[in-house]
T-cell receptor, first 114, second 110 residues
Framework: EPEVTQTPSHQVTQMGQEVILRCVPISNHLYFYWYRQILGQKVEFLVSFYNNEISEKSEIFDDQFSVERPDGSNFTLKIRSTKLEDSAMYFC????????????FGPGTRLLVL | QQQVKQSPQSLIVQKGGISIINCAYENTAFDYFPWYQQFPGKGPALLIA?????SEKKEGRFTISFNKSAKQFSLHIMDSQPGDSATYFC?????????FGQGTILTVHP
């Protein structure tokens, strides 16, 4: 069964450093998302991406964040200058097409900012 | 208005019992209501979902009941099993963005 994959599974970084989280969505999916989950809290929407551009972003997704689909398979989330409060689990999700609502989530990247 | 409120925060059920988790929403633009199951260290996995034009959907031991006028929906897990122990999130979406509830930690004792 096709699945969303994410790398790395864990990342530890120093405050102020840049991190790039990588995702490979399901191959025929057209809509891509990033969510985050701070430990013990609910999953929060960060950004949605369709047709090579951001379609919606949350208040959390400030200028420190960016997303990119550099090739036909990868979808990345970059945090330019990490803060302690960026420590969380980051999930990538993908959706097949308009009219099909189901989003499939990857296993997540646990980011720890020291 | 974008919130989805979920209760209870935690739930302990005996094996074979019924687990019930409730959610409420305010935004009438929401048009799809999935439930996700999450095991520790894993991503949320879709369990079952419903659209607001249907009052109930059943898949195996899992049933969603939906009350559009009250803006509430609930997940019922029949014959709960220890393997069902996980965190359950209700969610709602309009235009693709998922808004999640706070989550319910379900523990099923053998």
């Amino acid at each position: 069964e096709p699945e969303v994959t994410q790398t790395p599974s864990h990342q530890v970084t120093q405050m102020g450093q840049e991190v790039i989280l990588r995702c490979v969505p399901i191959s025929n999916h057209l809509y891509f998302y990033w969510y985050r989950q701070i430990l013990g809290q609910k999953v929060e929407f960060l950004v949605s991406f369709y047709n090579n551009e951001i379609s919606e972003k949350s208040e959390i997704f400030d200028d420190q964040f960016s997303v990119e689909r550099p090739d036909g398979s990868n979808f990345t989330l970059k945090i330019r200058s990490t803060k302690l409060e960026d420590s969380a689990m980051y999930f990538c999700a993908s959706r097949e097409r308009g009219g099909v609502e189901t989003q499939y989530f990857g296993p997540g990247t646990r980011l720890l900012v020291l | 208005q974008q919130q989805v409120k979920q209760s209870p925060q935690s739930l302990i059920v005996q094996k074979g019992g019924i687990s019930i988790i409730n959610c409420a929403y305010e935004n009438t633009a929401f048009d799809y209501f999935p439930w996700y199951q999450q095991f520790p260290g894993k991503g949320p996995a879709l369990l079952i979902a419903i659209r607001p034009d249907v009052s109930e959907k059943k898949e195996g031991r899992f049933t969603i009941s939906f009350n559009k006028s009250a803006k509430q929906f609930s997940l019922h897990i029949m014959d709960s099993q220890p393997g069902d122990s996980a965190t359950y999130f209700c969610a709602a979406t309009s235009y693709g963005k998922l808004t999640f509830g706070q989550g319910t930690i379900l523990t099923v004792h053998p």
